[in-house]
């Protein structure tokens, strides 16, 4: 397996959360003209692969850095010294409070789909689904505002691993989250853009 290359490092960044993203959004242009395969064309063969490459690794570095949980995302992954797309042995589980909630949640939801879905029933569903996504918004909005306490912590040269397992508690809970309400999503209809959009209103 290939050591995994530090997208941080990439753009010459410190593995802080924190990113100015319109530097980000610069530097990724000029690394992309840098390293755009048509700029490579009368090279040797070795040296256009490279140049691929590099082009594919920058694409793939500000696709991840440029998302607040892609970012926590990898950034764990890189403390773990493993790929991103790997297990890790250690991940987090949702709290048991949460699952005993949500297995009440898919319960109400088995029992209306049993009785056919009345439209109370729909209803109670509807804003049951509202919750969760209130709560998966918010855990979102508490894992970016965790970046300046981990920007912090790495300039203290502190522990850091305190803080990679609330980021993984927080991804764990979320991930659930997600699942539970893709589940009533499915049965009662509507999007993830419906939500967002009743969420702003």
Known sequence: MEIMTDYFEVFGLPRKLQIDLAALQ???????????????????????????EASAL?????????????????LIALEEGRELREETTAKARAPMDLLAEMLEVQEALEE??????????????????????????????ALVAAAPE?????????????LLERFKQ??????????????????IGGSEEQDVAHRRH
Do not use: M
Not at 26 to 50: I, K, M, N, V
Not at 150 to 162: H, I, L, P, Q
Not at 170 to 187: F, G, H, K, P, S
């Open 58 to 74: 920058v694409n793939r570095a500000y696709r991840t850095l440029r998302d607040p949980i892609a970012r926590v995302e990898y």
């Open 150 to 162: 981990w920007d912090a912590v790495v300039d203290a040269g502190g522990e850091r691993k305190f």
């Open 26 to 52: 610069q530097s990724f242009y000029e690394l992309s003209r840098r390293h755009h395969p048509d700029f490579h064309q009368g090279a040797a063969a070795d040296a256009q692969a490279r140049a691929l």
């Open 170 to 187: 927080r991804l764990a809970t979320r991930a659930y989250l997600r699942t539970v309400i893709d589940d009533l999503t499915q049965a």
């Open 112 to 141: 209306a789909k049993a009785s056919g879905l009345t439209e109370r029933a729909a209803d109670h569903l509807r804003a049951e689904k509202q919750r969760l996504v209130d709560r998966h918004q918010a855990e979102t909005d």
